[in-house]
């Protein structure tokens, strides 16, 4: 195992350490495949930059999850994010197929924050969620919104499939497709195994933050 590889696993180990402090890892896919194609999920304008939204499969598990925190974790060659990320999109679409069904540029817009753990990851985080989740699949993610910059826009890192892989939807084509055969983009969601009062769906969950 390389030095760098190695660095991403310790700083990565105490992100989800401090993160999860108060809370549960519901959902862990923050192992990250150094060898695989970064996956372009952000709304980031300007000069080699994109709109382009990715989420994952998702399994809620036991009597359903309150999530409070979804991460996400990008190459960090474009450090201005780490102060350039206010908000972003939240993705939270049941899973009736292969593909997403939904518009995601329709999705909520919730505050989020950038840090740095390394000199390899910047971690992207959506917190203080209180999203109820009864027990099923879902198509989960969030696409931070910031500028590209002099080298376009930072990637998220990818890590092995669970379920189906991930589903892109690039907003200069519309419409969803697998643009990374046999990859996730990392993620990990905390919060607390617990009963939701009601499903939060889709349009609930828009009303909550919009």
């Known amino acids: 195992m390389s030095s760098r590889t190695m660095k991403i696993i310790v700083t990565l180990s105490f992100l989800v350490l401090t993160q999860t402090a108060s809370a549960q890892i519901l959902w862990d896919q923050s192992t990250l495949d150094l060898m695989s194609p970064g996956i372009a999920n952000s709304d980031s304008p300007g000069f080699g930059g994109f709109t382009i939204h990715t989420v994952g499969d ?26 350039a990320i206010t908000q972003g999109y939240l993705h939270v679409f049941p899973k009736t197929g292969p593909l997403p069904a939904e518009d995601p540029s329709q999705s909520a817009i919730v ?80 919060g607390e195994p617990a009963v939701p009062n009601a499903t939060s769906s889709w349009g609930q969950i828009k009303s909550n933050y919009r």
Do not use: R
Not at 67 to 75: G, R
Not at 119 to 147: C, F, H, N, R
């Open 111 to 190: 505050p989020m924050s950038a840090v740095s753990f390394s000199p390899d990851v910047i971690a992207v985080t959506a917190s203080g969620l209180s999203l109820g989740l009864e027990p099923g699949e879902y198509w989960i993610g969030i696409t931070p919104m910031a500028p590209a910059g002099m080298f376009g826009a930072n990637l998220q890192f990818a890590t092995s499939v669970v379920g189906d892989e991930a589903a892109t939807y690039d907003m200069m084509i519309p419409g969803w497709g697998n643009n990374y055969v046999g990859y996730d983009g990392a993620m990990l969601i905390a």
């Open 58 to 83: 998702v399994a809620v598990t036991g009597d359903g999850w309150m999530v409070e925190s979804i991460t996400q974790y990008y190459s960090s060659w474009n450090y201005d994010w780490i102060n």
